[in-house]
């Protein structure tokens, strides 16, 4: 009876530890440098935000609780509607040397993910200049990031992604030299190369029949 009682009790512990959620900490100090290095005015048309994923779905992580933690204070993360990490830029926290810490049901399962994009208050002006800026912009912030001898070894990026509210977006280009048809894909998404982008006459702008609501890089797989 007893070593029936012990068996049991030790599948209820076992079961008790599978169900528990796991903790994942990352160092606070990479994070802070890369908001810090996104926030330079250099960099004023992109955005550079961090969202938990999940490894093998790339789908949000299905975390039950995210915080900053100096040792001795905790500061609960919140996340925005679309999954991105509201992460403060505090450099007392970095010499702190702060973590940021994920429960998840499983160990390993998320990973921390940094997603650059053009800013959302940019996206009205598609002028040839303000696009062309975009990419310059691009380039410079990877190339800052990855430091040196890194920038050497990151991804090149090829060129953008544009994504609209609905499918169905006309999309033209229209300058002195006349107007210019592209190609939107039936997922409501116009990539434009970056070939594409510098050959673009400087006087002109896009035209779409819907809102842009993201650009995004294109990298070099």
Not at 138 to 149: D, F, Q, R, S
């Amino acid at each position: 009876m007893k070593k029936r009682f012990a068996t049991l009790a030790t599948v209820l512990l076992l079961s008790g530890t599978v169900q528990a959620d796991v903790e994942t900490s990352f160092t606070y100090g990479g994070i802070y440098k890369s908001l810090k290095t996104a926030q330079s005015s250099e960099f004023s048309q992109l955005s550079l935000n961090f969202v938990l994923l999940e490894n093998t779905t790339k789908t949000l992580c299905p975390t039950s609780d995210v915080y900053l933690s100096d040792g001795e204070n905790r500061y609960d993360i919140s996340m925005s509607d679309d999954g991105e990490l509201l992460i403060p830029l505090d450099k007392k926290l970095k010499k702190d040397r702060a973590t940021i810490t994920l429960k998840t049901p499983k160990a390993n399962m998320c990973h921390l993910s940094m997603q650059i994009e053009v800013a959302e208050f940019e996206l009205e002006n598609t002028s040839s200049r303000n696009v062309k800026s975009w990419v310059k912009q691009l380039n410079g912030l990877y190339e800052t990031l990855a430091g040196w001898p890194g920038k050497y070894f990151m991804p090149e990026l090829t060129g953008l992604v544009l994504e609209f509210e609905a499918n169905g977006t006309s999309a033209v280009y229209r300058s002195v030299t006349g107007d210019q048809t592209f190609k939107v894909d039936s997922d409501g998404k116009l990539n434009l190369s970056v070939d594409t982008i510098n050959a673009l006459d400087t006087s002109g702008k896009f035209v779409f029949s819907q809102s842009v609501v993201a650009a995004k890089p294109i990298l070099e797989k």
